[in-house]
């Protein structure tokens, strides 16, 4: 079985998930054998690799590993690996760019060195007073969503609109810039980016609109922008996403039927 991933992206948070990877592949780490993210402990400090990847030599550092084992029978021998000399940091960062590409990097490398299949990230809480200084606006996401359909305030509103899916773009790229087998990180991820109202001028949450980017192994078909009727569930989408990964679910929530991501008109 491939490895897949599945990523939730919203304005104000994000998910990403991954399927279990095969069966016969595992870390062994002492006497412990290490099928997915689940880690046993204790564990000795050493171990070997049977697998079609690296993904041991990437955990390692994290686990204070040399992942050398001398007795390791039909497994790849791995060399050493030297943990990075980096300083702890001594707090969150100060710039909220900074520490949302932080949060990124380190979602991306949890999944390239398959620590986890799921993930999440808010990019801003629904009723946070954080500004937005680099973009000259002085107003917080929350308050200036209420905008009263004034022009200034729809202006700030799509200048911070813009810079959270600048924000997704960057972390789209780091997924895309991973080579994954045949494949890359972005291809055997798929990221859901949206929030909870179409118009928080007015608390709407009818017409939510969402992103799904990424999917190709999964066979999802992306380039499009699709419609659909009226008061149709977003969990429809939800049970649609399910079926690409093989979780067969009669109902999500309220849906009603799942949207088929793999045809041209992304309907059933």
Known sequence: MRLRRLALLACLALLVAAPAAAADSYVAL???YVAGPAIPLPIKPWGCLKSDHNYAHLAAPRLGLDLRDPSCSGAEKLPPV???????PTGVPASFEEHLKLMADLLVLAFQADITRVGTTMMARENTSR????????DAHHSISHHGNN??????????????????????KKLDS????????????????GNGMSDGN?????????????GKTLGIRGNRHTRYPDRTPLSNLMLGLTDRYGVQMEK?????????????????
């Open 202 to 214: 007015v608390h709407n949450n009818l017409k939510v609109p969402v992103m799904v980017v990424g």
């Open 131 to 138: 500004a937005y200084p680099e973009l000259d606006v002085a």
């Open 30 to 32: 002492g006497d412990s």
């Open 82 to 88: 030297k943990a990075p000399d980096m300083k702890a």
């Open 151 to 172: 022009p200034e305030k729809l202006a700030s509103y799509a200048k911070i609109n813009t810079y959270h899916v600048q924000m997704l773009n960057y972390f789209l």
């Open 178 to 193: 991973i080579q994954d087998g045949d494949a890359t990180l972005l291809d055997r991820t798929v990221v859901l980016y």
């Open 252 to 268: 999500f929530g309220d849906s009603t039927a799942a949207i088929d991501l793999t045809t041209p008109l992304g309907r059933k």
